[in-house]
């Protein structure tokens, strides 16, 4: 990770009641989504992800360590909720510096 920079990914969902609201069908996806983080996270990709409960609707974060925003777009773009056509989309925003607890 010492070559990577880092990036705050921030999944849109389709409607701000998103979390409360969904179907069975966008449960599954969100399931696949999560499956694929997961994964992010054990190959050290991802450094952190999860929902976020804002009072203004909700979304998901993610903090990507990545060489580069291409990097980070490929990820975004091999996401089950972006393949999944279903109105979801990101914010990608990188972030100059990142300090975490060791």
Known sequence: MSDS?????RLIPPRP???TTMSADER???QAH???WNGQLQLGNAIAFGPVA???GDWGVGIVAAPDERTVQGLRDADPTILSRRGFRYEILPMPSLMTRS
């Open 17 to 19: 009641n998103f979390a």
């Open 34 to 36: 999560v499956g694929c």
């Open 54 to 56: 804002d009072p203004r």
């Open 5 to 9: 920079q880092f990036f705050l990914c």
């Open 28 to 30: 599954e996806i969100m």
